[in-house]
């Protein structure tokens, strides 16, 4: 079937999980990730989490670059696949980081 289950989330606890990391049971709702780790004061930074608004809820990936228009983040469930897409600026909520 064709479900719309979001699972950005899910992805992100799976990295954290792995990196031995601990992370909120909530992780499957995207926003709930702008609690995690510590608020980034600047520019986001490589690897920082970065979440997003999302019509009717949110969206949270991995910072690995940007451009003049776009923030470049590592996800799940972008185009229903783990991949690097291309995320407007202001679409932009929230980054933070784990230290170490």
């Not at 490589?46 to 003049?68: K, P, Q, S, T």
């Not at 590592?74 to 696949?81: A, C, F, M, P, T």
């Amino acid at each position: 079937t064709q479900d719309a289950t979001p699972w950005c989330g899910l992805m992100l606890a799976v990295c954290a999980k792995r990196a031995g990391h601990p992370f909120n049971q909530k992780a499957l709702a995207a926003k709930e990730w702008a609690n995690y780790g510590l608020a980034r004061t600047g520019p986001p930074g490589l690897n920082d989490i970065m979440v997003f608004h999302r019509n009717g809820g949110g969206h949270v990936g991995i910072y690995i670059a940007e451009d003049y228009e776009c923030y470049h983040i590592l996800g799940g469930n972008q185009g229903d696949e783990v991949g690097i897409d291309r995320i407007k600026r202001d679409r932009f909520y929230c980054a933070r980081y784990v230290p170490g």
